[in-house]
């Protein structure tokens, strides 16, 4: 086990994404920016480095307990009604994890393409897993003119380790040549199923509306555009969006008053923590507080510019590879703070939400790539770190 204290935030930046098509970035430090505009290279917030003497502390210590290694682990979720979680492998591998630490292959799963940032990817409980074991899972396939992220459901048996009855409700559209920016993060809002979909480095498709790359989509549970969106009147595919603009958010959570979130790769730098709203245009390619790989200008987000500004940016780049925001009681002076795990930092940072304003607030160097951050019903947050050998890790308050 280790124990960590909060460290300073200063980071040894690698990449803006998450595949091997990135390139490098250089070391720097994390800004967060105001509701109405966000300035590059603005101050650094503090990090607390102890408790308070009150009831409930400023922050916390945590000890860090690993368990087992994994393959490309890219998500992980903890199954309602169960002691059991489940973990996507890049590769096209499900695995159940029991309390003991015993891991069981699922069978049943989709055949996946791999390569690149493609593969298996996030897996959600639906919500009726309980009683009927209804799973929502993401994948990339390949079809005419390339490849796409896909969006499934069936049901996942626990006891028998089985996948069944997947259909598939959800696809990226349209289906394009390289292997990044698929983004298929999944996140279960009441009655509907949002789905993070990236420009799969393609830039322009973002601000596309004949195609749903490089936007956030509300969906019904079944698949279909949610009523009330705001292009529903368009019809066609514009009737799915829900924002546009993005270009690579790999997480997705709400906050205790039901806003979303959303955190985001950028380019070389401009990292972004967002909060959606609804019809919003949130820049990309037009906009970005980083800038092309190779140093080509990107005008920052500005005032006036008609794009909706990041809530906390990150230059040079930490990569978040996903979002939790936290509402556990292991830790109660996190309660409500968004978590990003960081794969080019390796870190876990932790960002002060406060309505519609984020404040960057910790940074935990965790010497290793951060692909999810997850918390268990008990209140420990549990990470995945990326790559082969990737070690699952279990924190609880020290």
Aim: negative net charge.
């Amino acid at each position: 086990m280790r124990r960590l204290a909060p460290a300073a935030l200063a980071l040894a930046g690698l990449a803006a994404c998450s595949g091997p098509a990135d390139s490098p970035t250089p070391a720097g430090t994390v800004a967060s920016s105001p509701a109405s505009s966000s300035a590059a290279g603005g101050p650094s917030p503090s990090a607390t480095s102890s408790a308070s003497t009150s009831a409930v502390p400023t922050t916390h210590e945590f000890v860090v307990t690993e368990h087992e290694a994994f393959d490309e682990p890219w998500a992980l979720a903890f199954l309602p009604g169960t002691d059991t979680m489940a973990i996507t492998q890049r590769g096209g591998a499900l695995v159940l994890r029991d309390p003991d630490g015993a891991v069981r292959e699922v069978s049943g799963v989709p055949d996946v393409a791999v390569a690149g940032q493609g593969g298996l990817g996030d897996i959600i409980p639906g919500p009726t897993f309980d009683d009927d074991g209804t799973v929502y899972l993401s994948w990339v396939e390949r079809g005419d003119g390339g490849s796409g992220a896909v969006v499934g459901r069936g049901r996942l048996d626990v006891a028998g380790a089985a996948l069944t009855g997947v259909d598939v409700i959800w696809e990226q559209t349209p289906k394009v040549n390289g292997d990044g920016h698929f983004s298929h993060r999944l996140l279960i809002d009441g009655d509907h199923l949002v789905v993070s979909s990236g420009d799969r480095q393609k830039f322009d498709p973002a601000q596309d509306m004949g195609g749903n790359l490089g936007k956030i989509v509300r969906l019904t549970l079944d698949g279909a555009p949610a009523p009330g969106n705001p292009w529903a009147d368009e019809g066609g595919v514009a009737a799915q969006f829900w924002s546009i603009g993005h270009r690579n958010p790999l997480g997705l959570a709400l906050d205790a008053d039901g806003r979303l979130w959303a955190s985001e790769m950028g380019p070389q730098g401009g990292d972004e923590l967002n909060l959606i709203v609804a019809g919003a245009n949130y820049g990309w390619p037009e906009a970005s507080n980083g800038s092309h790989y190779g140093g080509g200008d990107i005008p920052d987000h500005a005032p006036g510019d008609g794009f909706e500004p990041p809530k906390a940016f990150w230059t040079p780049s930490v990569s978040p590879g996903s979002l939790l925001i936290y509402d556990g009681d292991l830790f109660p002076a996190w309660s409500g703070d968004a978590f990003l795990g960081a794969l080019s930092g390796e870190a876990l940072i932790r960002v002060d939400l406060e309505g519609e304003s984020a404040t960057v607030a910790e940074t935990w160097p965790m010497g290793a790539r951060i692909r999810a951050v997850a918390q268990a019903p008990d209140g420990a947050i549990w990470l995945l770190q990326d790559g082969d050998g990737g070690r699952l890790l279990e924190l609880r308050p020290a």
